[in-house]
Every structure is written in C-alpha cells, then in structure tokens.
C-alpha cells in the first residue's frame, strides 16, 4: 500500500522559514512525479510546487520563495519555504504519481496523497 508521510509544518512567523518532507514507500512502480498542494480555510486545493524527471513548476505566488527538491535514491520530496507570509497559511499535502514502465513509455498509473500537515504563518 503507498503511503506518503509528512513532516516538517508548524508554527512561524511572517518572514520565517520551514522545510516539509515527505516520504513515499509501499509501491512498486515508479514514483514518476512529487510534489505539493495546499488548502487554505475555506479555499480550494491549489498547486504549489511539483517535480518530474528533475524538472521542476511552482505556483506563481510561491516562485522565489519556496524550493522543491528530490531524494530519488529515497524517494522523498522537500519543500523549503523562505520569506513566508500570512498568506501562506494552509494544510500543505504531499502529492505523487506512480507509473509504470512498458518497455519503451512510462504509463500513469495513479494519483496518490498524503495526509496533510498544517502550516501556520502569524502576521
């Protein structure tokens, strides 16, 4: 069973720093794609930041801000979060795709998430 396992969110203040991760096990295809989404009280759950096959796409209000990154050999996400603002306040998920490869392309398989971790931003 795919698990993706969090950590790292918490309590900071406005111009802090945070460094969540995430672990993904328990597959047996390929982890294609990582990354992150996040839901604010009373918003949608809005992209924040994904990684595949080293590239990488970041929401516009985080760009600058926030670096994604990858442990392959671990199979683990990171999301560092500098200058973060109150805006930034949300349940943070970690996010993957899991495909499988036929010989000659990489197929989709699923899409998986995790739990959440909560980020609090104080202004």
């Known amino acids: 069973q795919v698990q993706l396992v969090e950590s790292g969110g918490g309590l900071v203040q406005a111009g802090g720093s945070l460094r969540l991760s995430c672990a993904a096990s328990?597959?047996?295809?390929?982890?294609?794609?990582l990354g992150w989404y996040r839901q604010a009280p009373r918003g949608q759950r809005e992209l924040v930041a994904v990684?595949?096959?080293?590239?990488?796409n970041y929401a516009d209000t985080v760009r600058g801000r926030f670096t994604i990154s990858r442990d392959k050999s671990e199979n683990t996400v990171y999301l560092q979060m500098n200058s973060l603002k109150a805006e930034d306040t949300a349940v943070y998920y970690c996010?993957?795709?899991?495909?499988?490869?036929?010989?000659?392309?990489?197929?989709?398989?699923?899409?998986?998430w995790g739990r959440g971790t909560q980020v609090t931003v104080s202004s």
């Open positions: 996010y993957a795709v899991t495909a499988y490869f036929d010989g000659s392309l990489f197929h989709r398989e699923y899409d998986w």
């Open positions: 328990g597959s047996s295809y390929s982890f294609d794609t």
């Open positions: 990684i595949k096959d080293g590239n990488t």
